[in-house]
């Protein structure tokens, strides 16, 4: 079984590849805006809002990691 030191390492790996497609979908969502495409402009700034949410998500896990587990049962009890 792996220790919780892998598993961090995992998500942040995974939230560096996050910010990275986020830069990526806001140059498309500046092309898009430009474009007469209503739709993409859509589709992208839904995903967009995804990712973002997600890389939300992934930063309080990896904080929440660094935080000793007395600290995180106090804080669900509040």
């Known amino acids: 079984m792996r220790g ?3 598993i961090k390492g995992i998500r942040e790996a995974e ?7 986020i830069g990526r979908l806001e140059m498309d969502l500046i092309a898009a805006a430009s474009s007469k ?9 839904n995903t967009l809002r ?10 309080e896990f ?8 007395s600290d ?3 804080s ?3």
């Open 15 to 21: 939230a560096r590849e996050l910010r990275s497609a």
């Open 62 to 69: 990896i904080a929440s990691m660094a935080r000793p587990a």
């Open 50 to 59: 995804c990712k973002k949410a997600r890389l939300e998500r992934l930063e």
């Open 4 to 6: 919780a030191g892998w």
């Open 37 to 45: 495409g209503q739709s993409r402009l859509l589709d992208v700034a």
């Open 76 to 78: 669900a009890r509040g």
């Open 72 to 74: 995180i049962r106090n």
